[in-house]
């Protein structure tokens, strides 16, 4: 039987960053098609006949694919980012409390901005400076043995897992904020405690900057929330600055 999907009112697109096996593109072109995704974004990708060979009814995936230079091209496409991996937990910020797939479907749910699933290379995954760079983190769960999967069938349990989603529409006054206006957020954050000189010492503010972005990101702020957060923000460096 086929799976006739919903259309999707949260339509995320995936991202493979700098993947190295051009059978592995392809391979992810015709998972996308399988679950009824079709944004492909590709950083500086290793893309062959081969890719397209092993997309088979998919090329039209790879063909309309969106193909950057850099990892921060990538990132300046979407509202909200997603990082995957095999291997959660080492670091503090990037790594606190990974979702499954299936809270990320849940987290989704009617969400209408723009969203980027990243996947990492086939040798090194995603960099831990990178992933630190994304909002969310995924992982699968997976043997404690081997908790490491292939590429393109990492994307088809994320993928599968999203499929199910049903979102409800979105009403046209509570739009997602977008990432300029989050990033408008962190950077008045960024001002004040920069004002307040606390902490003194200027990496410690960078990680509370960090710190800030990550909780920003998960939030799911609407613009609306984002800017009445902003003016006081504002209100405060000001008046700060006047003393
Ligand atoms: C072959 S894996 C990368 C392997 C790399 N040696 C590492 O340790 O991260 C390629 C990509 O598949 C995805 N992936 C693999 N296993 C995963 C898992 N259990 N959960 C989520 N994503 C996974 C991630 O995007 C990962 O960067």
């Known amino acids: 039987m086929h799976l006739s999907l919903n259309p999707f009112v949260m339509m995320p697109s995936v ?36 890719s397209y060979s ?6 039209d995936v790879l ?7 850099t990892f921060e091209e990538a990132l300046e496409l979407f509202d909200l980012t997603v990082g995957t ?14 979702l499954y797939p299936w809270e990320l479907r849940e987290t ?3 969400y209408t901005g723009e969203v980027g699933l990243f996947f990492g290379r086939e040798s090194i995954g995603l960099k831990n400076e990178e ?10 769960p997976t043997s404690e043995d081997y908790p490491v999967m292939n590429l393109a069938q990492a994307v088809a349990v994320i993928l599968y897992e999203l499929s199910k989603t049903r979102p409800e529409p979105s009403v046209e006054a ?21 004002v307040l000189e606390y902490p003194k010492d200027e990496e410690r503010r960078e990680v509370f900057v960090k710190v800030f972005r990550k909780a920003v990101g998960k939030a799911f702020l609407y613009g609306r929330e984002v800017h009445t957060l902003i003016g006081p923000l504002r209100r405060a460096v000001k008046r700060l600055e006047e003393c």
């Open 15 to 50: 991202v493979l960053v700098e993947p190295e096996g051009p059978a592995n593109i392809g391979m992810v072109a015709r998972t996308m098609k399988n679950f009824g995704f079709s944004r492909l974004v590709l950083v500086n990708p290793n893309l062959s006949e081969e």
């Open 108 to 110: 989704l749910k009617g």
């Open 131 to 140: 992933l630190e760079r994304l909002d969310l983190i995924v992982t699968i």
């Open 174 to 194: 509570l739009k997602p904020a977008t990432r300029d206006e989050k990033e408008a957020l962190v950077r008045v954050w960024a001002e004040l405690l920069k």
């Open 63 to 69: 063909k309309n694919a969106t193909i950057v230079e």
């Open 85 to 98: 991996t095999g291997k959660p937990g080492r670091r503090f910020i990037s790594y606190r409390a990974p």
């Open 54 to 59: 092993y997309a088979v009814h998919a090329r």
